[in-house]
């Protein structure tokens, strides 16, 4: 009876981690949103179209959409130097804005589903653990 109870407790364990892991995207994307507002707004703008020359958009980014784990990485651990966006160079720095690894996952699902984005890429919490600086 134990050994059953013990196999059930991990399952239950092991399934809610899943779950937890793997959010649907809709409320990924929801809850990017207010994140995005909190920590990306100052800078990319409402419209995700950044500042010409300061900020990079993230609308219709080639740059975003062409390296989405660069992308995820500049936003764990910040970015430094030049990057070339839509034929424009950016040589600025974005500072680490010291989110969580899901809160990571969840504002590249609202940016990559923003502003006439489209990625068919779903963005996990396990994918955004296994980018290193």
């Given at each position: 009876?134990?050994?059953?109870?013990?196999?059930?407790?991990?399952?239950?364990?092991?399934?809610?981690?899943?779950?937890?892991?793997?959010?649907?995207?809709?409320?990924?994307?929801?809850?990017?949103?207010?994140?995005?507002?909190?920590?990306?707004?100052?800078?990319?703008?409402?419209?995700?179209?950044?500042?010409?020359?300061?900020?990079?958009p993230l609308a219709a980014s080639d740059y975003?959409?062409?390296?989405?784990?660069?992308?995820?990485?500049?936003?764990?651990?910040?970015?430094?130097?030049?990057?070339?966006?839509?034929?424009?160079?950016?040589?600025?720095?974005?500072?680490?804005?010291?989110?969580?690894?899901?809160?990571?996952?969840?504002?590249?699902?609202?940016?990559?589903?923003?502003?006439?984005?489209?990625?068919?890429?779903?963005?996990?919490?396990?994918?955004?653990?296994?980018?290193?600086?």
């Amino acid at each position: 009876m134990k050994l059953i109870s013990l196999i059930f407790g991990l399952f239950l364990f092991f399934k809610i981690s899943w779950l937890h892991q793997n959010k649907p995207l809709e409320e990924s994307i929801a809850d990017g949103a207010g994140i995005y507002q909190d920590f990306c707004v100052q800078c990319h703008l409402d419209s995700g179209e950044g500042v010409s020359g300061v900020f990079p958009p993230l609308a219709a980014s080639d740059y975003l959409l062409n390296n989405i784990d660069l992308s995820i990485k500049g936003i764990k651990y910040g970015l430094n130097g030049p990057i070339k966006v839509n034929g424009e160079t950016y040589d600025g720095v974005m500072q680490n804005q010291g989110l969580e690894e899901e809160e990571i996952a969840d504002v590249m699902n609202y940016i990559l589903n923003s502003w006439n984005n489209s990625s068919e890429q779903v963005i996990t919490l396990q994918r955004v653990s296994q980018i290193q600086e």
